[in-house]
Every structure is written in C-alpha cells, then in structure tokens.
C-alpha cells in the first residue's frame, strides 16, 4: 500500500530507528511492500526513486529497500570500508521532493546487513550505488542531506538540475 512519505520540516524524521529483531521478520513483509508501493508510485510521479529506507513512511525501523535490478531488503545494515576518496553528487530525497542537495560521499564503501532469511549478507558498493545506500542509511540514524549540504550555496530546485555542474 502506497504510505504517505514524512517531508522535511518532519521531526519524526530526525529520530534514530532501532534495530529490527528476529522475531519481527514476519511482520516485515508487509513494511517491505509498502516500501515497495511508495517507492515506485514516487517513481512514476518524479521520474526517480531507487531505494526508500522505513523511516521515510514513518517506521522506526533499521530497515532500506532498495529495487534496481531485483527488490533487496537490507535488514539492520551497518556502513564499512569507507574509501578516503570522496565525491560530491546532487543529491535528491523523497522527503523533500522538489530540492537538491550538493553533499559530498565516500566513493566506495560496503554494507553488511541480514537478509530476510536472517542470513548475514555483505556487498561492495561504488559510485551511485555508494552514494545511494549511504543516503538511505543516513536515515536510519535521523540524518537527512540537507545536514550534509556542501555548503550555503549547496541547494537548488529540481527543475533547475540542467544549470547545475
């Protein structure tokens, strides 16, 4: 089911989630799905949306779905192997649809996480894909990428991306 996404200005956003429990993985489906629904009736509004993380619906959980070739759920991820060499990106958020945000990331780092069979899982990350899960993962500890601006100049409208560098 489609949720209504918390936008900025939110304080429920700034709230650091727990961790997800074991005994919680049946009840996640459901969560995961409307992660799903939200995620992709966001894509076809703004032409964008990769991954969502579940504080972004207003669940207080250590819970990223991300669907880009095939849906993955990152259960309880932790952030490593964070590359010295940094980029910045424009970075754009579903909680503040219509705002870009310059920030600067770690080019390369991992992420290590449970699945939802409860395994423990790693992935290596590069590039978009680094820039990505460490945005969704900022959520998760009540961090948005307006915290992370560049600088004062950092911000700029969507529909203004094409004077951007």
């Known amino acids: 089911m489609v949720k209504k996404l918390l936008l900025l200005g939110n304080p429920e956003l700034y709230k650091i989630s727990r961790p997800v429990e074991r005994h919680e993985l049946d009840t996640l489906s459901e969560v995961i799905m409307d992660l799903h629904d939200t995620m992709m009736d966001f894509k076809k509004q703004y032409g964008a949306g990769r991954a ?5 619906i207003g669940v207080k959980k250590r819970l990223i779905y991300m669907h ?84 004062g100049q950092s911000f700029a409208l969507r529909n203004q991306k094409a004077f951007l560098e």
């Open 52 to 56: 969502i993380a579940a504080p972004q």
């Open 68 to 151: 880009i070739d095939q849906p993955v759920a990152f259960l309880n991820p932790v952030l490593g192997d964070k590359s010295r060499e940094m980029m910045q990106v424009w970075d754009d958020c579903m909680c503040f649809p219509e705002l870009l945000v310059k920030v600067e990331r770690h080019k390369t780092c991992s992420i290590s996480y449970r699945d939802m069979q409860w395994n423990e899982q790693k992935m290596q990350l590069e590039g978009d894909l680094s820039e990505l899960l460490q945005h969704e993962y900022d959520h998760l500890d009540g961090i948005l990428a307006v915290s992370r601006a560049v600088d």
